[in-house]
């Protein structure tokens, strides 16, 4: 990895995590470990914790943002996915990580799935960026938000996590009802063949 993609990471996770000043990697013996320098109560100076004694978001958020930033001179990745990225952080540190989400889009696309309001709430996310996802009959369908939400968010009246609370972040039923048909192959919605 890059040193400047090292630092980003650093600086990102001490938005997530402020106590936290950096990390290492550590050797012991044949085997490596990371070592994490944190603001300890009483102490002058930062305190030295290996990677089993750090909280299971602080590691998450290494890991996350470790995949965001990942790219060097040699491979950079085309496509990030992450699965609910916010899982085991506090909310307060939703800002930060989506913040350092759309960093890294700007040079990779970056697809992620979450059901955290606090995510999404901020309404300086376009409803284009975002798919609403539902369940029917076991079946699991993704398509844009239909036009009252994006209407919503569009206008400023909710932000995407606020639609999410209220339960009010729908898919288009259109688009829906064309992805039903594409599955049956009824492409042409029973247009006569010629």
């Given at each position: 990895?890059?040193?400047?993609?090292?630092?980003?990471?650093?600086?990102?996770?001490?938005?997530?995590?402020?106590?936290?000043?950096?990390?290492?990697?550590?050797?012991?013996?044949?085997?490596e470990?990371?070592?994490?320098?944190?603001?300890?109560?009483g102490s002058?100076?930062?305190?030295?914790?290996?990677a089993?004694?750090m909280?299971?978001?602080?590691?998450?958020?290494?890991?996350?943002?470790?995949?965001?930033?990942?790219s060097n001179?040699?491979?950079?990745p085309?496509?990030?996915?992450?699965?609910?990225?916010?899982?085991?952080?506090?909310?307060?540190?939703?800002?930060?990580?989506?913040e350092?989400?759309?960093?890294?889009?700007?040079?990779t696309?970056?697809?992620?799935?979450?059901?955290?309001?606090?995510?999404?709430?901020?309404?300086?996310?376009?409803?284009?960026?975002?798919?609403?996802v539902?369940?029917?009959?076991?079946?699991?369908?993704?398509?844009p938000?239909?036009?009252?939400?994006?209407?919503?968010?569009?206008?400023?009246?909710?932000?995407?996590?606020?639609?999410?609370?209220?339960?009010q972040?729908?898919?288009?039923?259109?688009?829906l009802?064309?992805?039903?048909?594409?599955?049956?192959?009824?492409?042409?919605?029973g247009?006569?063949?010629?």
């Amino acid at each position: 990895m890059a040193p400047n993609q090292l630092v980003q990471i650093q600086e990102y996770l001490r938005l997530v995590s402020p106590m936290v000043h950096s990390v290492a990697r550590k050797p012991i013996s044949h085997m490596e470990t990371l070592e994490f320098r944190q603001d300890t109560a009483g102490s002058a100076h930062p305190w030295r914790f290996q990677a089993q004694n750090m909280s299971d978001g602080t590691l998450r958020a290494l890991g996350v943002l470790t995949a965001l930033f990942q790219s060097n001179l040699d491979y950079s990745p085309t496509l990030i996915g992450i699965e609910e990225p916010e899982t085991a952080l506090h909310p307060a540190a939703s800002a930060a990580l989506r913040e350092a989400l759309v960093s890294a889009s700007e040079t990779t696309q970056v697809l992620v799935t979450s059901h955290s309001p606090d995510l999404l709430d901020d309404p300086g996310i376009e409803a284009d960026a975002v798919l609403a996802v539902v369940s029917d009959a076991g079946e699991t369908k993704i398509a844009p938000l239909d036009e009252g939400s994006r209407e919503m968010m569009q206008r400023h009246l909710f932000s995407a996590g606020e639609l999410l609370r209220k339960n009010q972040l729908e898919p288009d039923h259109a688009s829906l009802e064309q992805q039903d048909k594409a599955a049956s192959g009824d492409l042409f919605g029973g247009m006569d063949s010629v």
